[in-house]
Nanobody, 125 residues
Framework: VQLQASGGGLVQPGGSLRLSCAAS????????IGWFRQAPGKEREVVSC????????FHESFVEGRFAISRDNAESTVYLQMNSLKPEDTAVYYC???????????????????WGQGTQVTVSS
């Protein structure tokens, strides 16, 4: 099982980045995928989640209207489009997989089974 997060980097405030999470080694189409982030000295927190079919999403309030999550089951990849980035978005971003039933998703960090290694996002001028 592998989840490979990529696409992070240094961007100025107001800029955009698109993160990718490439999965392998499990039945990707049966899993909800979540993006989480962790800033230094803070707990890991949920950012956005998408169910197995891609027709149900969740966004934490602090990214609502700025971030969009999508998935391509044929490519076993989930994307996080991040726009209007702010310095407080600076963190390591992780993707994770949770077995989904009947199109369910959860924003509970503890329910995710598989985790990727993280990609650093830094928003600074």
């Amino acid at each position: 099982v592998q989840l490979q997060a990529s696409g992070g980097g240094l961007v100025q405030p107001g800029g955009s980045l698109r993160l990718s999470c490439a999965a392998s080694g499990f039945a990707f189409e049966n899993y909800a995928i979540g993006w989480f982030r962790q800033a230094p000295g803070k707990e890991r927190e949920v950012v956005s989640c998408i169910n197995d079919r891609g027709d149900n999403t969740f966004h934490e309030s602090f990214v609502e209207g700025r971030f969009a999550i999508s998935r391509d089951n044929a490519e076993s990849t989930v994307y996080l489009q991040m726009n209007s980035l702010k310095p407080e978005d600076t963190a390591v971003y992780y993707c994770a997989a949770d077995r989904s039933y009947s199109g369910s998703i959860t924003n509970n960090v503890g329910e995710y089974d598989y985790w990727g290694q993280g990609t650093q996002v830094t928003v600074s001028s």
